[in-house]
């Protein structure tokens, strides 16, 4: 059984029509950002980076072998926050996200979704753990770029504060004016499920596949879609 037709159609309705502000996590339900630009690779590179500047210690086995670029950057972190190091580290991930943007797939009904959202008068922002410049770029490309700016918050240099941590949520919503209780995050990741609780925000997963709904749904995610479709249908239904 796929997620969308494991929710209630009433309970993903509610949770929509009450929401006046929707924050979108970016890589995932707006676009797929490593489609065809391999973050394995870019984790690979940032590894191998370290280790040709005599770092290779910086890291365990597993953090070397995760092959996820966000986890090397929380690594060296941990171990030399704020340093000059994670600033050129960051900096290399951001590079490489935006080369990574110009050929992004598309998620698909992201792009209807978020000018219906916004026609209707649905104030909208980007909270993401890339970089804002990353998501810019992509929105600007779409012609998106209107229904969110200025409100896109992303990865700073202060990498304690990326999601799950609720720094990103907590920033949009107060340069909304919004109350958390009138905002909805959409997410792929159990780190996007647990920012928006710690932040008091409704939550509504994305999951393109039984890879990625399994651990929305283990972290204790109750609304998860399978489909953005399912959410424009609700969107465009007459009020």
């Given at each position: 059984m796929t997620a969308e037709t494991e929710m209630e159609p009433n309970a993903l309705r509610d949770l929509i029509t009450r929401a006046r502000v929707v924050l979108w996590d970016f890589d995932g339900p707006i676009c797929r950002l490593f489609a065809r630009h391999s973050a394995e690779r870019v984790a690979r590179e940032l590894v191998e980076w370290l280790e040709g500047n005599g770092l290779h210690g910086l890291l365990t086995e597993k953090e070397r072998e995760s092959l996820d670029p966000h986890v090397v950057l929380r690594a060296v972190d941990r171990r030399h926050p704020g340093s000059d190091l994670v600033a050129e580290l960051e900096e290399r991930l951001t590079k490489e996200e935006l080369l990574a943007a110009a050929s992004a797939m598309p998620t698909a009904w992201a792009d209807p979704l978020i000018r219906t959202w916004a026609a209707r008068g649905v104030r909208l922002a980007i909270t993401t753990n890339n970089s804002p410049r990353v998501s810019r770029t992509y929105l600007e490309g779409r012609g998106l770029l209107a229904c969110f700016a200025p409100h896109i918050y992303g990865r700073t240099q202060e990498l304690h504060h990326l999601k799950p941590h609720p720094h990103c949520i907590n920033r949009a919503l107060n340069a909304l004016g919004a109350a958390p209780a009138s905002a909805l995050m959409i997410g792929d990741s159990p780190s996007d499920l647990h920012a928006a609780r710690s932040a008091g925000v409704s939550f509504l997963g994305y999951?393109?596949?039984?890879?990625?709904?399994?651990?929305?749904?283990?972290?204790?995610?109750?609304?998860?879609?399978?489909?953005?479709?399912?959410?424009?249908?609700?969107?465009?239904?007459p009020d």
């Open positions: 999951a393109r596949n039984e890879r990625k709904d399994k651990p929305l749904r283990e972290a204790g995610a109750e609304a998860v879609v399978g489909s953005l479709e399912a959410v424009l249908e609700v969107v465009r239904a």
